[in-house]
């Protein structure tokens, strides 16, 4: 139960570090192994015992720096050369930064979820190093950490289960299980109007560009079209026959598209009252919707693994992009260009499909982490992508490969919007919380792994 500095000319013990642990037959606090960190100029030391939680110690003064209670089973530790930063890897699969002197906690690099085995820096405390147990050594190259959220949103009383940007106005609109759609002033999120459904449970929203309208979807089978500059109804539209899954604006604003939770699709022209076209396009459920940019083509998805196109104004099915056997679909999203089509969901890769169903190389999900959103980031260049987990991941599709992870969430991110005003990023999760981060920063690669 002792932590001893040695003389290594010597070999003999200079000091005993810390508090002694009187250990009995039954006491578990002090494991076999045991976590242990310290500078190269012997400035600071570090170590962990459970349940004693870290310990900072400071070596030429002889006293305690600072004491931490981790979140879970501590595995590995790291003091940077310079002692100015504590690196904390997890059995859960996280790894924190931590201020030695306050330990206080500066940011999550990683949050998988398997064992961090071994964290060490680079001599010149610029890049951190990290053994993970799905197999892969990760590096990262020191700066400011822009995998933490610029703020959060708070007002929903339950899971978001989706939002959109509605650029006209300046306004994010968020749905959640409250019954409530809310409305954020952009960008510093204040509160900026709510619509109150009673017994409805609205669940989608999709917004205008063209006429300033929100539509909102709901579990009575219903599209509820409001202004959103004065929150105004406009109409309610009720071409589906059974709860709306789904929803999706055409880029021009002639088209609005409902999925329900029978596998049906209703598209409504200009605002039109009744559906200019109906067909089923699924079975049992739509789960997914989006317009390609001209608007020709709606792309579909379900929970059974089948992605589909559809043609807009007949509704006769033009190309099947994918079918995945035992596999969930459950997000997907169209590239500025139309030229490249996302899916995720279940399946242990985020597939990316040329319009003309052709196949091409795909992003591999760390963790076999299920995607529940995903879009373009203005470009055919950058994805995001949402996760059960609660991570947010954004990917760069010129080399496939992750950019960035973000975390701030608990389980269950289901809602995702962007910005490409002040090229900010919102995502929602099942605590009611939205999270906005700068996208900007992702792109200079403050915090990402570089290999």
């Keep these: 139960g002792e932590v001893v500095l040695w003389d290594t000319a010597t070999m003999a013990p200079l000091r005993e570090l810390g508090p ?15 976590p242990l960190a310290a500078t190269p100029d012997f400035a600071l030391a570090a170590w962990y015992c459970e349940p004693d939680g870290i310990t ?35 059995d859960s699969g996280t ?12 940011a999550t690099l990683f949050d998988g979820s398997k064992r961090i085995h071994r964290l060490v820096f680079d001599r010149s405390g610029e890049k951190l190093i990290a053994s993970c147990g799905d197999h892969t050594i990760r590096i ?29 106005e300046r306004k994010l609109a968020s749905v959640a299980d409250d019954g409530t759609v809310r409305f954020w002033s952009l960008p510093d999120g204040s509160p900026a109007g709510v619509l109150r459904f009673a017994d409805i449970d609205p669940a989608q929203v999709s917004y205008n560009s063209m006429d300033g309208s929100l539509a909102i979807g709901a579990v009575n089978h219903c599209v509820y079209r409001h202004r959103v500059a004065d929150l105004t109804r406009l109409n309610v539209l009720g071409g589906n026959t059974f709860y709306i899954t789904c ?18 699709m209703a598209l409504w022209h200009n605002g039109w009252q009744e559906p200019a076209v109906k ?19 709606l792309y579909t998805c379900n929970n059974t693994g089948e992605v589909l196109g559809w043609n807009t104004t007949s509704g006769e099915r033009t190309v099947e992009l994918l079918r995945l056997e035992n596999e969930n679909t459950l997000a997907i999203d169209c590239s500025p260009s139309g030229d490249m089509i996302a899916i995720g969901g279940t399946a242990e890769e985020i597939a990316i499909i040329a319009s003309d169903g052709t196949r091409q190389p795909g992003l591999s999900v760390p963790g076999s982490d299920a995607v529940l959103r995903l879009l373009f980031l203005g470009s055919e260049h950058r994805l995001a992508s949402t996760h059960w987990s609660g991570t947010v991941r954004i990917w760069d599709l010129r080399h496939r490969r992750l950019l960035a992870e973000l975390f701030g969430h608990g389980e269950n991110v289901a809602a995702l919007a962007y910005d490409e005003v002040d090229r900010m990023l919102y995502s929602g999760d099942k605590d009611g919380r939205i999270a906005q981060w700068d996208v900007d ?11």
């Design 20 to 34: 002694s642990y009187e250990r009995s037959s039954t006491d578990q606090r002090v494991n076999v192994y045991t």
């Design 56 to 90: 900072i110690w400071d070596l030429p003064q002889d006293r305690r720096l600072a004491h931490v209670m981790p979140t879970s089973t501590v595995s590995c530790l790291a003091l940077s050369p310079d002692g100015s930063t504590l690196a904390v890897g997890a």
């Design 95 to 106: 790894i924190e930064l931590l201020d030695p002197v306050t330990g206080q906690l500066r």
């Design 140 to 168: 990262w190259q020191r700066g400011p950490f822009a995998n933490q959220p610029r703020r959060y949103f708070v007002g929903h009383g339950s899971i978001i289960d989706d939002m959109t940007v509605c650029e006209g």
């Design 247 to 264: 929803l999706a604006t055409s880029r021009d604003g002639r088209w609005l598209a409902s999925g329900d939770g029978k596998g049906a």
């Design 279 to 297: 067909f089923w396009a699924h079975a049992p459920q739509v789960y997914r919707a989006v317009f390609s940019p001209d608007a020709q083509t």
């Design 441 to 451: 920063r992702f792109a200079h690669g403050a915090t990402e792994p570089r290999r």
